[in-house]
């Protein structure tokens, strides 16, 4: 006796897929305030891009562009190294 499969029409349906989320790009802050380098002494801007944990916040969360991560990446590690930033969250 045979077993009965999806491909014959048996008790066997598939799940109609789930449509993707697709969210609005976030524009980076740095372009729209014409910023050219981040300042590691401003510190009220770093810790918006830094989590409760201390983690740096990735591009995709925060919108900013690959030349200002850096930057950005470079500044808080700049601060934490003066201690103006913790390096753990508290």
Same mark, same amino acid.
Do not use: H, W
């Given at each position: 006796? +045979?077993? =009965?499969?999806?491909?014959?029409?048996?008790?066997?349906? &598939?799940? =109609?897929?789930?449509?993707? #989320?697709? !969210?609005? =790009?976030?524009?980076?802050? *740095?372009? @729209?305030?014409?910023?050219?380098? %981040?300042?590691? #002494?401003? /510190?009220?801007?770093?810790?918006?891009? %830094?989590?409760?944990?201390? @983690? /740096?916040?990735? #591009?995709? &969360?925060?919108?900013?562009?690959? *030349?200002?991560? &850096?930057?950005?990446?470079? +500044? %808080? @590690? &700049? +601060?934490? *190294? /003066?201690?103006?930033? =913790?390096? %753990?969250? !508290?």
């Amino acid at each position: 006796m +045979a077993f =009965p499969s999806a491909a014959k029409g048996g008790k066997f349906k &598939r799940k =109609p897929k789930r449509a993707k #989320r697709v !969210e609005a =790009p976030k524009s980076c802050r *740095f372009t @729209k305030d014409d910023v050219f380098q %981040v300042d590691y #002494r401003d /510190i009220a801007t770093l810790n918006r891009l %830094v989590s409760s944990q201390g @983690k /740096i916040s990735s #591009r995709k &969360r925060t919108g900013s562009s690959a *030349f200002y991560q &850096r930057q950005v990446a470079l +500044a %808080v @590690k &700049r +601060a934490r *190294f /003066i201690a103006l930033l =913790p390096y %753990v969250g !508290e």
